[in-house]
């Protein structure tokens, strides 16, 4: 009696463990999903700041026609299409993309050109949005 | 009849804790494992910007510092493709020269008589290769390859056109 007694004793501690480690488990393997999304979004922004800045560097000197690779994203903007390494890519293939679209604003002394980038993966979720200003001194009559 | 509880209660009393005690093992090494896998992929993907994204930042921040008509300009020196930024500080000539060498983007401050020595940079970060280019209309670009492999793009619209 008194031994069977101990077994269920031993029993029921172990589950006890086992119980306390599977939540810990749970806890721990959704921790580090989430730093793996986190790490991930990371380089995702990174990258994308990077390149946005590139482009709106190239727009500020060459203009809209200077982004050779932008195509017509058919609302009034252009996308740009990268792989996953973030280097240009057909659109079939592309794991990210980066809409732009240029608003101009005649001054009268010359035109205020805001651009707005915005990058997402393929899946449609935002990476991030970013904004810029430029004036274009003696461009009146708008874009 | 005896026989059966004596081999059930065997059952119960090694069997089971054995299997638990396997499965504890078991789950504590995937978690380990799986632990190990967030953590390679995290540095991962530190690793595989790192070189390339401080490189493009240092770029832009010594363009955006010297942003003006005829500064900037990339030279060849032998094997080396050298951006060049010319200044000046109390009267008297300097230049800058940013160069690849033994996969790390050095710069060199020298006066303007000093000849190009790629020794003598410092080290600004480990990259592979990096090439610049300047176009007519002071749009200056420059594509830094990690040290893994990965590939950066960087852009500057000079002032006036740089001095290519």
Same mark, same amino acid.
């Not at chain 2, 003006?68 to 500064?71: K, T, V």
């Given at each position: 009696m008194r031994n069977r007694y101990r077994n269920v004793a031993f029993l029921a501690e172990l589950l006890i463990n086992i119980l306390v480690f599977s939540i810990s488990c749970a806890i721990l393997a959704g921790l580090f999903g989430q730093a793996g999304k986190l790490a991930r979004e990371t380089r995702e922004k990174s990258f994308a700041s990077q390149e946005i800045y590139s482009l709106f560097e190239t727009l500020r000197a060459r !203009?809209?026609? !200077?982004?050779?690779q932008a195509q017509p994203d058919g609302q009034d903007g252009y996308a740009l299409h990268y792989d996953e390494q973030w280097n240009p890519a057909g659109g079939e293939n592309a794991a990210y993309i980066i809409h732009l679209y240029t608003t101009d604003n005649d001054t009268g002394a010359g035109v205020l050109r805001e651009v707005t980038a915005h990058a997402s993966n393929n899946q449609g979720e935002e990476i991030c949005t970013l904004t810029t200003k430029t004036y274009h001194q003696g461009e009146g009559g708008g874009a | 009849m005896r026989k059966n509880s004596g081999s059930s209660g065997v059952a119960m009393g090694i069997l089971l804790p054995m299997g638990l005690i396997c499965l504890f093992a078991f789950c504590s090494l995937a978690l380990a494992l799986m632990g190990g896998r967030a953590y390679k992929s995290i540095q991962a993907g530190i690793d595989d910007s790192y070189g390339s994204t401080v490189a493009a930042g240092y770029l832009r921040t010594k363009l955006s510092q010297n942003n003006?008509?005829?500064?900037v300009s990339i030279e060849t020196e032998g094997p080396y493709e050298v951006l060049t930024i010319q200044s000046e500080q109390d009267d008297r000539f300097y230049i800058t020269r940013i160069f690849v060498e033994e996969g790390e983007l050095r710069e060199s401050y020298t006066p303007t008589s000093t000849p190009f020595n790629p020794s003598s940079g410092v080290t600004i970060a480990k990259v592979n290769e990096c090439r610049f280019e300047l176009s007519e209309d002071g749009l200056f670009t420059a594509e830094i390859l990690s040290e893994n492999g990965v590939s950066t793009r960087t852009a500057f619209a000079l002032a006036g056109g740089g001095g290519a």
């Open positions: !203009g809209p026609e !200077g982004i050779t | 003006e008509r005829g500064q």
